[in-house]
């Protein structure tokens, strides 16, 4: 008989009901007594499970004792409207197959309650746990709902380079791609790696962003998105921080930094929107066990219009407040986590778009601004989170970016490809960059960005 999952059988349980079907899954629990046993199974569908009731004395001994927590079951048998508490409806066993047992005395995951650092340990199997499946269906559904958007708005998905020889954001902070032997590399004359016999001919790296490639496309095809795997060498064990993490970076022609921040608002209400319709009893799921506040607080996002303010008079309202910061606060400064809180959490208590930052703490592509000391740069500042976005408008006037990349140092041999977009048919255009895994930290209310990814690389840790 074909498998019918949980979600489906739920959904619809008035059109299954007295019908025959097949579930497979694994066992949350078993209890019972000597003549019936009741099994919680889950198939990862839904966070919901299936109540099996199994008449002791149809099955044989041999088969009920392997029914244990963690194993792999199929079951056949009627589903009818249960007698007990807790359950609309549940399963009467007929047939009893053991897919794969779990020993319980080795299988790891046997009580609720597990601490998350617990968790994190075993990433191989904490998709098991009510936490780690919620959290990876709303992935999922935020990585279709960020296409949906897209799509129907007709931008063009395209796939930018992982592996590059150039710097997007003049960071430095990149992971080197090389097949040369690190213990025994081939110098030039002068002493240096030679990076002429390496794999690509030149020195390679992990890209930190698809932006500037997007830049190319955009300057083509109007409005795109890259979305893809981005990677990042800085040594910031947070919570906010992961080495490898998901962005997706839409870049539009002929959008001015108004028409960014517009669109950056629509697409992350849209998001929370998709979640809310979509998703909600996950939502629900982590409500309960995690932040009593979530709910509420996607439902609020979704409803407020969100603050824009400039630096300076963001800058101005941190000098202002009586709040003690662990970092002091003037112009000029790349803002910390603690200083974008306060003005999300305390001071507006709303998502704020600050606008125009300092040159000098931004990237050399972005537009530059009149008074010559600003750019048109954005970032989305969220409760909980802090930046969730970052974007600007981009410097389209070929002059004014060579100048900008003297200034910092960027050669014009390496990318000359992004100057010629300048040189020949240039246009308005502006974009940014949507850290995903922030967004899920967002959406679920998870504290740690390790626990939204399945399987999270940061400092001194990228196991499995
Ligand atoms: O502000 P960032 O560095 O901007 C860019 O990379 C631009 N090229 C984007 C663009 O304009 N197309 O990064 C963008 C977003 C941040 O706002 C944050 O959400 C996320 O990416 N992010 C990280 N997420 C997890 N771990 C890290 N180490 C991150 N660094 C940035
Ligand atoms: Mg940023």
Sequence with gaps: MKRIKIKELLSNSSQYIDTQITLKGWVRTKRGNKHV???????????HTIQIVLDVAKFSEEQLKDVTTGACIGVTGKLVQSQGAGQSVEIQGETLEVIGVADPETYPLQKKGHSLEFLREIAHLRPRTNTFSCVLRL??????AVHKFYNDKGFVYVHTPIITGSDAEGAGAMFQVTTLDVSNPPKTKEGAVDYTKDFFGKATNLTVSGQLEGELAAMALGEVYTFGPTFRAENSNTTRHLAEFWMIEPEMAFYEIQDNMDLAEEFLKYLVQYALDNCI???NFLNEMYDKELVARLKSVVETPFVRLNYTEAVEILIATKQKFEYKVEWGIDLQSEHERYLVEKHFLKPVIL??????????YMKANEDGKTVRAMDVLFPGIGEIIGGSQREDNLEKLQARCKEVGIHENEIWWYLETRKFGSAPHSGFGLGFERLMLFVTGMGNIRDVIPFPRT???AEF
């Design 281 to 283: 009893d996950d939502l």
């Design 355 to 364: 606008t125009n930052y300092p040159k000098d703490i931004k990237a050399f």
């Design 139 to 144: 992935r999922h559904a935020m990585a279709f």
């Design 37 to 47: 046993a009741f099994v919680a199974l889950n198939d990862g569908s839904t966070i």
């Design 459 to 461: 400092p001194q840790s």
